[in-house]
């Protein structure tokens, strides 16, 4: 293992293609993160890399730069179908697949590559027609890209480069087996190059890596704290009924370029949606049953600017990789270490200076202690002074909402007619062989 904090490493002193570079340098890269530092020497060289890094550190940049530059000095098999994928990244959700394929559109795109996209939740005819044109880089996630397989819409076994990205999740999200199945679809580990990137190589990520992998180098950047230096943390103690003038209060006081907030449950991610919007801080809603479309059409909404505030849960939070977060606000705190990192890491990415502020109410803050005894630190405290709190805040219009059991609405707001849409209803059904 190899344990190093290098920088100022330039892209330019590796023996890299000159298409590589050119994507280098339209990314505006200069110099390599320490992630990148180590990768790259024993990724160019050919050999299989497993490396733990934190999220934002410039890891999904390593491993397509060594990649490109293993194909681009390497022709394809000959007997290659032109199905046959050449490269496939393996993410465990859709938002990090979505940018994993962003970010290897700009730093390949003078390579002649041709790149694919599959996740599961929408674009099904799409994303099948893509890769049946034939693609060389396949990125996805596993169930969508193991459908696609099994009707022989592409091939794996001319694979030579597989990578595996924030393996951890993979496991935490259950999709161990499937991954499994579709590494024992591709060529031998000893004729492919293998990367597996985890913020921790725990023993079971290490299995798959040996289990799967040609004697991996393993490469790992650690900072002296589990949470980044660059975020400045606090936690503020509000009552229940204090957190969303709290939350107003702040966001007009600090003025964010752009801001995540976090909250653990879909009902309360609504109702603090409603009041940011009401108070006339624009605000988007983004929860675990928001539809994948509608999901990707957000978060570019968010990154371009139209929204301030991204108000979200747990569920759609994973994987998110958005520029220019400059504050993360935990309206719940989360119930472990683990998320609380994984939340105020959207902040501060790549090296940039971020915030992240915490609410330790009457109903979360008894997480706070094994938050602490994971980062190994304590949370400084923030003083909650009457000013913070807004005086006169602009109540929101309620939520229509159906209640179980009530029928369809039509579109003119009455109640949907049964029957054959002519004012008739149906028969009664007669009773089927079998029913009770």
């Known amino acids: 293992m190899t344990e190093a904090d290098n920088s100022g490493i330039r892209f330019e002193g590796f023996d890299l293609p000159e298409p590589v570079l050119q994507g280098i340098r339209d990314a505006g890269f200069e110099f ?11 990724a160019l060289a050919g050999r299989d890399v497993a490396g733990q890094a934190q999220t934002g550190t410039g890891k999904t940049a390593a491993f397509l730069l060594a990649a490109f530059d293993r194909l681009l000095r390497n022709p394809p098999a000959e007997d290659r179908r032109a199905t046959d994928v050449r490269m496939m990244v ?6 990090l697949a979505i940018q994993i394929h962003k970010d290897a559109l700009l730093l390949g795109r003078h390579t002649g590559l041709r790149f694919a996209l599959a996740y599961g939740g929408t674009g099904y005819e799409e994303q099948r027609d893509r890769l049946r044109e034939g693609a060389d880089v396949l990125i996805g996630t596993p169930g969508r890209i193991i459908d696609y397989h099994k009707q022989r819409v592409f091939g794996l076994k001319r694979v030579e480069v597989v990578v595996l990205d924030e393996a951890d999740r993979m496991f935490d999200l259950g999709f161990i087996k499937d991954i499994r199945y579709l590494l024992r679809r591709c060529s031998p580990p000893a004729q492919r190059q293998s990367m597996l990137f985890s913020a921790t190589l725990s023993w ?6 040996y289990e799967h992998m040609n004697n991996p180098d393993k490469v790992q950047v650690e900072a002296e704290t589990v949470t980044a230096e660059n975020i400045r943390q606090v936690i503020y103690y509000p009552a229940n009924d204090q957190k969303i003038p709290l939350l107003i209060g ?9 801001a995540i907030v976090f909250v653990n449950t879909k009902h309360w991610a609504e109702r603090v949606c409603d009041w940011l ?3 006339g801080l624009k605000a988007a809603l983004l ?4 539809p994948q479309n509608k999901r990707t059409r957000l978060l570019a909404q968010f990154a371009e600017g139209q929204y301030t505030f991204l108000v979200a849960t747990d569920v759609a939070a994973r994987g998110l990789h958005i520029p220019d977060v400059t504050h993360v606000f935990n309206f719940d705190l989360p119930q472990s270490g683990e998320d609380y990192v994984h939340r105020i890491g959207r902040t501060g990415r790549v090296g940039a200076q971020g915030d992240a502020i915490s609410f330790g109410c009457e109903d979360s803050a008894f997480y706070l202690p094994d938050i602490e005894a994971y980062l190994g630190q304590r949370i400084p405290t923030e003083m909650l002074y009457p000013e913070d709190l807004p005086r006169e805040l602009k109540r929101p219009p309620p939520r229509a909402r159906r209640k179980p059991g009530d029928r369809p609405r039509g579109p003119r707001g009455g109640a949907r007619p049964s029957g054959d849409g002519r ?14």
């Open 250 to 258: 702040l966001a007009r006081k600090i003025g964010p370029q752009r």
């Open 287 to 290: 929860s675990g049953d928001v």
């Open 90 to 95: 393996l993410a465990p959700t859709r938002e």
């Open 277 to 279: 919007n009401a108070n």
């Open 423 to 436: 004012g008739r209803g149906r028969p009664p059904r007669k009773p089927a062989p079998g029913d009770t």
């Open 32 to 42: 390599c993160t320490p992630i990148q530092a180590l990768t790259l020497p024993i």
């Open 204 to 209: 079971r990520v290490m299995e798959l890596a």
